[in-house]
């Protein structure tokens, strides 16, 4: 049975296992429901999803997987608020917190929403959702361990609390000197409501009993407006290639045998994954010309002239056209981030190079050369000119041993310069102190 379950910190992968077969993922977030209907399943189950400082997942991937016949459920946490929103097109929600968004007898985001641990410890959670509060507090209220008055202050005092820090020590804490906290501290252990879980719970059981026969949509799907933004997402996944295949780990893990290489492509890539969600959350639109510019100097700088070289290269590197537009973006979100930081990059590069060892040799080279250009500046009559085709040929293809790039403006944007002539005066200062510094004689 192909079924997908977006589950977090409301339930462990166990107990879901114990009531509907299914494939396990992660929260959800933005993609991956378009990701999941790329896979066709005969149904997806939406219980835990990423709410703050991840993109959350789109209203229009739940509509678009309706739209192509696959039913989607919620409950409990980010499928229960996504689920009141989209009851009116088709999304099945499941139990009291649901039902409690789709009344509106509560509002906010922050009502189911917890700080929890990381994936490998299982998502555990590691505050209490304030529905669970008003659950637990309003069952302690009719079981007389807690008077009227002091569960409607426990409930303000904890709705003030930032969600990450509702667990239960700062909420009664808070409380302290309140009448019946002592009892219902006893209470708690054994009296408490998870109020998520058990909706979760309910949620796979009506998927299970669904499933059994076959799962029915909720009245007629909603067509998703094709916009610019949803095919910019679809355009995003498309182009990824799957995460966690076995060739690509043991390609890192060769990788890993060389440090010094592994940790300059580790620092790439990082920068690379922090420039594309930058550009993600700045609403960055890449211009046509961007990528076209990008591509050409990828192609010179790979020695990839003829299309048929190009498509040579992308084969022997596993990638779709499409995929390496992809990859030909990210760098340049990564210029734009870079150049949007030149005022400030040099002191961060300064930094680096005190930690890499070479600033104090730096620092007295750039003092030498200074020496040697001023002198060959004051004895710019007695010396014979400088032809600057000759010294850019010097520079690139005796220093650099490569050829002269055509777009010198590129080139000297890419090394932070305003311009070629930036460019070429930096070139000919290092040609005259090569030529003229007699300390190196």
Not at 31 to 47: E, F, H, L
Not at 177 to 205: H, N, T, Y
Not at 280 to 292: C, F, I, K, S
Not at 421 to 430: H, M, N, R, V
Request: with cysteine.
């Amino acid at each position: 049975m192909n079924v997908i379950v977006f589950v977090g910190p409301t339930l462990s992968a166990n107990s879901v296992s114990e009531i509907l077969d299914a494939t396990i993922l992660p929260p959800v977030q933005q993609g991956d429901v378009y990701r999941a209907v790329k896979s066709n399943p005969k149904a997806i189950g939406i219980i835990d999803g990423y709410f703050d400082g991840v993109p959350s997942v789109w209203h229009k991937e739940i509509l678009w997987a309706m739209e192509q016949g696959i039913p989607v459920y919620g409950s409990a946490s980010m499928g229960a608020l996504r689920a009141a929103e989209l009851a009116d097109f088709g999304m099945i929600g499941v139990g009291r917190v649901f039902q409690d968004y789709l009344s509106g007898t509560i509002l906010d985001d922050d009502e189911v929403a917890v700080i929890h641990g990381p994936a490998e410890l299982g998502f555990k959670p590691l505050s209490e959702p304030m529905v669970s509060v008003r659950a637990t507090v309003t069952k302690a209220r009719e079981e007389g361990v807690l008077p009227p008055d002091t569960a409607v202050e426990l409930v303000r005092l904890t709705k003030e609390l930032n969600y990450r820090d509702r667990g239960w020590d700062r909420i009664t804490g808070s409380a302290a000197g309140l009448s019946g906290i002592e009892a219902f501290l006893d209470w708690l252990p054994q009296g408490g409501v998870d109020v998520k879980a058990d909706d979760a719970r309910e949620m796979l059981s009506m998927m299970a009993q669904h499933l059994g026969g076959t799962a029915q949509l909720v009245g007629e799907p909603a067509r998703v407006e094709r916009t610019l933004a949803w095919r910019e997402l679809c355009d995003r996944v498309d182009a990824e290639r799957p995460l966690g295949i076995e060739g690509d780990a043991a390609l890192v893990d060769e990788l890993r045998l060389t440090p010094t290489h592994y940790a300059r492509l580790r620092d790439r890539a990082a920068l690379a994954l922090l420039s594309r969600e930058e550009a993600r959350r700045a609403e960055r639109q890449l211009q046509r010309n961007d990528l076209v510019q990008q591509m050409s100097r990828h192609r010179f700088e790979a020695g990839l002239p003829r299309r048929s070289d190009l498509m040579s290269w992308l084969e022997d590197n596993d990638l779709t056209l499409q995929q390496y537009e992809t990859l030909l973006a990210d760098q340049c979100h990564t210029d734009a981030a870079i150049a949007e930081r030149n005022h400030t990059l040099n002191v961060a590069i300064i930094d680096e190079l005190r930690r890499d060892g070479v600033y104090s040799d730096l620092k007295d080279r750039a003092h030498r050369k200074s020496l040697v250009v001023q002198d060959q500046t004051d004895a710019v009559e007695t010396r014979a000119p400088t032809n600057r085709t000759q010294i850019l040929m010097w520079y690139f293809e005796t220093c650099l041993d490569r050829d002269v790039p055509d777009d010198l403006e590129s080139y000297a944007a890419a090394l932070g310069l305003e311009g070629r002539e930036e460019l070429i005066e930096l070139i000919e200062a290092e040609y005259l102190f090569c030529h003229f510094d007699r300390s190196q004689a």
